[in-house]
Every structure is written in C-alpha cells, then in structure tokens.
C-alpha cells in the first residue's frame, strides 16, 4: 500500500500487524515509514524506537530513526543514532553520508570531511 502512495492504508495494515504480532520489530518499522510518509514523525519515532526495543542490534533501525530526528530538529540525536548504526555495520556508506550531513550541521566540520571521506571509500 506505502508503494501505492496509500499511506493512511499502509498505517492501519501495519498496525493490525503490529496486533497479531506485536513482538515483530519490522512489523514497527513498516508503520513508522507510513506515518512518516503521512509527515507524523512523533508517531514514527514512537515505533521506531520501540522496534529499537526489540531489535537493538538492528543498524538500520537507528539509521531509520536518524532520518526521523534529523527531519524533526533533533540533529545530535540522529547523530548519535547514526553513530550507533556504523558502530553496528561500518560498511554502509549511505549512512556514513547521512552522518558527515549531520555532522556539518552541528558545525563538527572536521569529522563531517572524515565520514565523506569514509563515504566514499565504502561507494568505491
């Protein structure tokens, strides 16, 4: 349905998901990306971070949840969350890029210019 562009669909299928079996961390997931398509980002970070709950070793998950506190303001949270997801699988250069964005809003410029040189070596 997300794929549709029925996102308000997408939020209630993933939520009777969520019902029948609500240990499934995608299951969150599938629904913080419908309420994030939707533009509520308090509810995507809800699941997110409750998926975060059950699949704490998920990098993608806190790359996920970055992208949520990135658009909501909270840049050092998604930078620790991005920090979090390369401490888990260094070898994602999307979010080795996410980070040095991150970074060079903070104003950490050193570190931004060594994440995209990292970025870069990943891409090839």
């Given at each position: 349905l997300l794929e549709r562009g029925d996102a308000p669909?997408?939020?209630?299928?993933?939520?009777l998901g969520i019902q029948l079996g609500p240990r499934d961390p995608q299951a969150y997931a599938g629904r913080a990306a419908a309420l994030l398509e939707r533009g509520e980002l308090p509810g995507a970070l809800r699941d997110l971070t409750f998926?975060?709950?059950?699949?704490?070793q998920d990098a993608d998950l806190y790359a996920r949840r970055a992208e949520v506190r990135t658009l909501s303001g909270d840049l050092e949270?998604?930078?620790?969350?991005?920090?979090?997801?390369?401490?888990?699988?260094?070898?994602?250069?999307?979010?080795?890029?996410?980070?040095?964005?991150?970074l060079e809003d903070l104003g950490r410029a050193d570190e931004a210019r060594a994440a995209v040189e990292e970025a870069r070596r990943l891409k090839g």
């Open positions: 669909g997408a939020v209630r299928d993933f939520g998926a975060l709950g059950l699949a704490p949270g998604a930078r620790t969350d991005l920090a979090r997801s390369i401490e888990i699988d260094p070898g994602r250069w999307q979010v080795w890029a996410s980070y040095a964005e991150v």
